[in-house]
Nanobody, 119 residues
């Protein structure tokens, strides 16, 4: 089992910045990928950014150039630096971690942290 604890959400004005953190514990040696997803009211959960154990990253086109994902393997923590925030970034942000066992991917989720971008 893997436990994920997020922090760093809150209310910010458009154009502002926030940094989300997600600390993993438990069977962390199994984790291959960590990342962030978000879900806005009335919408499906969507990928924001992911990072592999080797440091490779991928992010949604809507956040490219504004959000940066990073990972501190020593602290078992993944970060999401969000700059130039827009009202459309408002959502619950969920930390995700997972591992591959053969062809099957096993995901774990955090409890979510609210990010609200509003003036």
């Amino acid at each position: 089992q893997v436990q994920l604890v997020e922090s760093g959400g809150g209310l910010v004005q458009p154009g502002g910045s926030l940094r989300l953190s997600c600390a993993a514990s438990g069977s962390i040696f199994r984790i291959d990928v960590m990342g962030w997803y978000r879900q806005a009211p009335g919408k499906e959960r969507e990928l924001v950014a992911v990072i592999s154990s080797g440091g490779g990253t991928n992010c949604a086109s809507s956040v490219k150039g504004r959000f940066t994902i990073s990972r501190d393997n020593a602290k078992n923590t993944v970060y999401l630096q969000m700059n130039s925030l827009k009202p459309e970034d408002t959502a619950v942000y969920y930390c995700n971690a997972g591992y591959w066992s053969g062809p099957t991917y096993y995901p774990y989720w955090g409890q979510g942290t609210q990010v609200t971008v509003s003036s």
